[in-house]
């Protein structure tokens, strides 16, 4: 009995149309912005161009998720990302701490303006993931562009060993993929708001036999989970002082399955920032750092009291 | 008679040795700023906006070297070779907005180049408004 079955991928379809959109975006937009170069050529009267609203968030990460922004081209980060156990064990796990711990290293570049990718490893399954951030549009001073908006995409990777191969007969059943619009605006000194819808798409699912037929009499193969999950993050950061903001984040599923509907995500944190420097200590309810992952499989349910405390800590150099 | 001379002498030459030494940190070098930048207008009102924008980029940026009033006794200091110096005094507010742009946008050995790390130019001139209000 195969207890899988494999569907191929239609997301990155849909990831590529809302890739040209934003594309598309950017080109008219960088149109737009020629033109107003070359009326200033000639008449140094003309508007100066709209600059971007600076440090809307002051990270790529924001606790779970990515926030809108995009470093500086030729940055490079380093990503350390640890999550521990719930803290529902109690002083026998010492809240977690001494608990299943899952840990992330990463590494982000900018190659060129608005556009950066990555590469990272988690060690839950031993997943590597490959990611692209794109940032099209961005909130401007003169709020001729009132938001910023930022295509995240990200492929994911479960290396671990599978020597019978009975846990993943196909070698692309090891996939996963999450696409994600972040849209989002600062509001004044303090205070920045993100929305995030997402689409994760799953290569494998568990199948099951409910005992319909056929017209032939095979057994007919159902399946416990759809392929395609659609959720929706949203995000907020208020300053608290010069060097210190409070993050607050709740994601929230939307695609209905048959079982095993994965439970929303609530999380707070404080987040200390330094030039190359930012450290964020967070209690949530996300263990699996992976996008796709989280966003699919969350099985701690706040309301049972499943909370972790978890941290990102970065370093980012500009040449 | 000699050996005491000579002592004295060498003593003394010891002490102008180790003095000129630790002068000779403290000095500055010269850092020349391009006239052209040096000339550039400042487009940033210094209004309450921008002293705030310049306040929480310094504690956010510099403070760690050049301390929280720009005395130049930030908690890193200590491990620096040269001396961030004091702006409070007539030595870097006698400077023009641009010239103070200029240093921190391009920067020179432990003074770190800002440009890419603040992509904002808006916030740079904020920053020297900020510097500003150091002045005694």
């Given at each position: 009995m195969k207890a899988h079955t494999t569907l191929y991928n239609r997301s990155p379809k849909a990831a590529l149309v809302l890739f040209c959109l934003l594309g598309c975006l950017n080109f008219l937009n960088a149109q737009d912005s020629t033109g107003v170069k070359e009326a200033a050529t000639e008449a140094p009267a003309a508007p100066k161009k709209s600059k971007p609203v600076p440090?809307?968030?002051?990270?790529?990460?924001l606790l779970d998720n990515q926030s809108v922004m995009v470093p500086t081209k030729g940055s490079f980060q380093l990503d350390f990302m640890h999550r521990f156990g719930t803290?529902?064990?109690?002083?026998?796990?010492l809240f977690g701490l001494f608990g299943g711990i899952n840990i992330r290293i990463g590494a982000d570049y900018v190659p060129r303006e608005d556009l950066m990718v990555g590469l990272s490893l988690t060690e839950y399954n031993l997943t590597w993931e490959g990611y692209v951030k794109y940032a099209g549009l961005k909130q401007t001073k003169d709020d001729k562009i009132p938001v910023s908006v930022t295509y995240y995409g990200n492929m994911a990777v479960d290396?671990?060993?599978d020597p019978t191969g009975?846990?993943?007969?196909?070698?692309?059943?090891?996939l996963m993929f999450f696409n994600q619009i972040i849209i989002a605006r600062k509001f004044g000194d303090r205070f920045s708001i993100q929305v995030a819808p997402s689409l994760t798409h799953v290569n494998v699912v568990q199948g099951y036999y409910g005992g319909d037929t056929t017209a032939d009499g095979k057994s007919v193969l159902g399946k416990e989970m759809k392929h395609d999950h659609f959720a929706i993050a949203f995000s907020g950061k208020v300053k608290l002082n010069n060097t210190l903001n409070l993050l607050l984040n709740y994601d929230q599923p939307i695609t209905k399955h048959l079982t095993n509907n994965p439970n929303p995500n609530l999380s707070a944190g404080l987040e200390i920032n330094t030039t190359g420097h930012t450290f964020q200590v967070l209690v949530g309810?996300?263990?699996?750092?992976?996008p796709s992952r989280n966003n699919y499989y969350?099985?701690?349910d706040y309301k049972d009291g499943q909370w972790l405390i978890g941290f990102n800590m970065t370093r980012l150099w500009n040449w | 008679m000699k050996t005491k001379t000579l002592s004295v002498l060498l003593l003394m030459t010891t002490f102008i040795v180790v003095v000129s030494f630790t002068f000779s940190k403290q000095q500055p070098k010269p850092w020349n700023v391009p006239e052209k930048n040096a000339k550039m207008?400042?487009?940033?009102?210094?209004?309450a906006a921008s002293i705030n924008t310049g306040k929480a980029s310094w504690a956010k940026n510099?403070?760690?070297?050049?301390?929280k009033m720009g005395k130049?006794?930030?908690?890193?200091?200590?491990?620096?070779?040269t001396h961030p110096g004091?702006?409070?005094?007539?030595?870097?507010?006698?400077?023009?907005d641009g010239a103070l742009y200029y240093k921190i946008s391009e920067g020179r050995d432990d003074m770190p180049a800002f440009k890419k790390k603040i992509s904002d130019e808006d916030e740079i001139w904020s920053l020297v408004n900020y510097i500003r209000t150091f002045k005694k």
């Open positions: 440090n809307t968030f002051e990270n790529i990460w803290i529902d064990g109690g002083y026998q796990s290396t671990r060993s009975g846990l993943y007969p196909h070698g692309s059943d090891r309810n996300y263990r699996y750092i992976t969350n099985n701690n | 207008a400042n487009p940033i009102k210094s209004d510099c403070a760690s070297c050049h301390g130049g006794d930030g908690s890193k200091a200590a491990k620096l070779t004091d702006f409070s005094a007539a030595a870097t507010q006698g400077q023009s």
